[in-house]
Structure formats: structure tokens, C-alpha cells
């Protein structure tokens, strides 16, 4: 499909190159754009003579759809469609998204996270829709005459129907992640700005085996997906397991993007849980885009993770392959202040790698060092063997008798293995 861009901003030059990739990851070819910079009308968003200046290129181009790079209200979108030729579609900032969003949705909680947010967006709209569907005309809405009194109690019953499955399904994952950690990992999320290069550098992170991934394979993963550059691959999330000597599960999340509501980061806080529930998060940002559009998206970063995140932060600044020493100084002074004590890599090219895990194995809660003197039972190789797996074992020394064992491993492991060693039962000859 063909489309028009437009966007407004209240003061400055109207940057449209998001926009634009949202479009183009939604399947719209963009043919053409139109920016103002003034205050917001009320009944057009843009101004009066901006609208028919966006009749005519609607009519010169033959767009089906137009997009605004803005939140638009019910009566805005009646009024411009009036103006503009007949079955043009007017759609804004939100309807973009929850589209991409409902495009790439492949599993039942991104469906539900998808179908909430998009209830969500439409509550607060339902009197003006029904006022404009009784006008029994809806220039830029689609399907207004399905619109009755009793559509603002249909939407709060799915919403409440929706919020349930999805608190049994955060309740499920809780569960798995408690499990994870008893077993003696620890998790780290890749959080980020979409494009940051996070699916690339979890590959370069991650140990050739593939643990139990909690969703389908993550298509960013695939190389043709990332060849083609596209935003919003999936609403899921992976896990790998890191190639590293500590036991740590990494998990890369779907990406942030700026101006983003409220009701719309809370519809999808299921999928948010794996950052915020996460021992330490690394925020991935891309190092060779503009300063000002980076510090941007840092800003917009921290203010979704600091909302619930408890657990540290380090930032990454990614792709330095494609800047030079000077530039990627430049951009670390200038970032400080927002990101202090970055480190610099290139997922791309496996670029300082080892100092990224270096950092991940310092910023990690501290393991607790332990030692067991474990009698030697018929049971006694077996925990010497889940040690192995669980934990990170020093040494391990055998005499006739007992088994000594030193090792280093989350509180939670430790206690299990105490309690195991305590349930060795010594053969009688012994």
C-alpha cells in the first residue's frame, strides 16, 4: 500500500526518519511527506490551509492511506477525511504501531499483549465514534457502523478477560525464571532501542548451544531478517545461554521506540517483565548514529526501565566498527553525564567482546564461596556432578573416605546443596 507522511511538531524541524521505518516495517511504501511546525489545531491537528495543501498530494499521488507521525483524536481524523478524497484511510502515530505490532505477534501472550493494547487505545474513544457513527457517514474510520451504546462494556470485559490470562502467563514465567536461578544462573537482559544491534550481539555473546528457549527461535536471529534491517521482527523474546565461565542466561527483548504512551508500555509489561526481572540489564545503543539522536534514545531508554527496573544497568555502545577512535570518544564525553562508564563494542565484528563479558562477570550479584566435605556415599558423585553443573567449582579433592569440594554459586544454590549433602546416607560398612 501507498501512503503520505505527516507529522507536526511544535516548534524546531519536524524529523520524520522514524516514521518512515515504521511505515516501511508495517508493508506501506511512502511516497511523500508533509511536516508544520505550529501549534496543535483542534480540529485538524495541522492547520486548515496545511489540510487541503494534503488534499492535493493526497490527489497527485494516489495514496490509500495517510499516517501522521502524532496522536490524533476521533474528530480529527472525521475532520481531515472529510477534506481529503474519499476512502483514504487517516491513520496516526499508535494505529502504526498496534499495526506492526499485530502483524508480528506470533505466540498467544504477544496476541494478547496486542489485542490489550490496542482496547486500550480505543476505550477512551468510544463516545465520540459512536456520536460520529450515528451521523451514518465516517470519512477516515473504518467500520464505524458496528459502533452501538454498548461497545464501552464490551471492551472493559475483554480488557478484564485479557489481564487474567496475561497474569497467569507472568506467573508462569516468574516461575521459570525462580527456577532458572535455583538452578544457578543468572540472567542478564538486552534492552534497547529497536536496530541497536541486540539480536546480533546475543548471537556473539552466546554459547553455540542454545538453551530452553522460553518462545520460538527469535527470527532477528536469522540472518536474512537482519540483512533486511527490519524493526519489530517479533514481540517475543530469547534465551541463550552465554558463552562465558559463569552460568549466565541472556535474554534479548523487543526494542523500545520513543513516544510511547503509558497505556501502550503497560500493555506489553508481560514481555517487559524479562528486563525488569533480570539481575543486570545491558542497554544496547547504537554508537554510530548522531549524538543528539542517540541521546534521545538513551533518554527514552531509562525512562522504561527506571520505571520498575531494579537491577544495574550498563550501557553498550554498539557498532563501533563504524566509527572511528576520535568519533567514538567524541560521543563517550558527550554521553557520560547520561551514560557513564560505557563499554564499546561491535557485535557485528566480535569487537571487544571479552571486556563486554568481563563487565557482565563484575556487575553480576557477587557468588558466595563455599566448601563441603562430602561423605563418600553412593550418592556423593552425583551432587559432585550437579555441582558441576550448577554452580562454579574450584576444586574437587578425593581421599578414601570423603570428597572435598570448593566451589562459588548463588545463595540459592548453595542452600540446595547443603541440603543434599545433608540427605548422603554413609553405607553401614563405612
Not at 96 to 124: H, M, S, W
Not at 253 to 261: A, E, K
Not at 279 to 301: A, F, G, H, M, Q
Not at 315 to 337: F, G, P, Y
Request: proline share 3%; aromatic share 6%.
Amino acid at each position: 500500500m501507498n501512503t503520505v507522511i505527516v507529522k507536526r511538531v511544535d516548534e524546531g524541524t519536524a524529523d520524520t526518519n522514524e516514521i518512515r521505518d515504521l511505515a516501511r516495517a508495517a508493508g506501506y511504501t511512502v511516497l511523500d511527506e508533509l511536516t508544520q511546525t505550529r501549534t496543535e489545531d483542534a480540529a485538524y491537528h495541522i492547520g486548515e490551509g496545511k489540510v487541503a495543501e494534503l488534499s492535493s498530494l493526497v490527489a497527485r499521488t494516489g495514496v490509500e492511506t495517510v499516517i501522521f507521525d502524532n496522536r490524533l483524536g476521533p474528530y480529527q481524523i472525521y475532520n481531515i477525511g472529510r477534506e481529503i478524497p474519499e476512502d483514504v484511510e487517516v491513520i496516526d502515530r499508535f494505529t502504526l504501531i498496534l499495526d506492526i505490532f499485530g502483524q508480528r505477534a506470533q505466540t498467544r501472550k504477544a496476541q494478547l499483549q496486542v489485542e490489550l493494547a490496542e482496547l486500550r487505545y480505543e476505550l477512551p474513544r468510544v463516545d465520540a465514534k459512536v456520536s460520529l457513527a450515528k451521523r451514518e457517514e465516517h470519512p477516515g474510520f473504518m467500520g464505524l457502523g458496528e459502533y452501538d451504546e454498548s461497545r464501552e462494556r464490551d471492551i472493559k470485559s475483554q480488557i478484564s478477560r485479557i489481564k487474567e490470562e496475561l497474569a497467569s502467563i507472568a506467573e508462569t514465567e516468574e516461575h521459570r525464571r525462580e527456577e532458572r536461578r535455583e538452578s544457578g544462573f543468572d540472567l542478564v537482559a538486552l534492552a534497547g532501542y529497536t536496530n541497536a544491534g541486540k539480536s546480533t550481539l546475543l548471537r556473539r555473546l552466546a554459547a553455540d548451544l542454545a538453551v530452553d528457549e522460553n518462545e520460538d527461535l527469535h527470527p532477528d536471529l536469522d540472518t536474512t531478517a537482519e540483512s533486511e534491517d527490519r524493526l519489530f521482527t517479533t514481540l517475543g523474546t530469547t534465551t541463550r545461554r552465554a558463552d562465558m565461565e559463569r552460568d549466565v542466561l541472556l535474554t534479548d527483548t523487543v526494542g523500545f521506540i520513543s513516544d510511547l504512551p503509558h497505556w501502550l508500555v503497560e500493555s506489553f509489561r508481560s514481555t517487559l517483565d524479562e528486563v525488569y526481572r533480570a539481575d543486570l540489564v545491558l542497554l544496547v545503543v547504537d554508537v554510530s548514529e548522531p549524538i543528539e539522536e542517540i541521546r534521545e534514545k538513551v533518554v527514552t531508554c531509562h525512562d522504561t526501565l527506571y520505571e520498575r527496573n531494579e537491577a544495574p544497568i550498563v550501557t553498550v555502545l554498539n557498532k563501533i566498527d563504524a566509527v572511528d577512535e576520535a568519533e567514538l570518544e567524541e560521543k563517550r564525553a558527550a554521553l557520560s553525564a547520561l551514560a557513564p562508564d560505557p563499554v564499546a563494542v561491535s557485535g557485528k565484528e566480535g569487537l571487544n567482546v571479552e571486556a563486554l563479558t568481563d563487565r557482565i562477570a563484575a556487575d553480576l550479584p557477587p557468588l558466595r564461596e563455599e566448601r563441603l566435605v562430602l561423605p563418600m556415599a553412593e550418592d556423593t558423585m552425583s551432587l559432585v556432578s550437579w555441582l558441576y553443573d550448577n554452580a562454579c567449582v574450584e576444586e574437587v579433592t578425593y581421599d578414601a573416605d570423603q570428597v572435598l569440594v570448593e566451589f562459588a554459586a548463588r545463595p540459592s544454590v548453595i542452600e540446595r546443596s547443603r541440603s543434599k549433602a545433608s540427605e548422603l546416607t554413609i553405607p553401614e560398612s563405612a
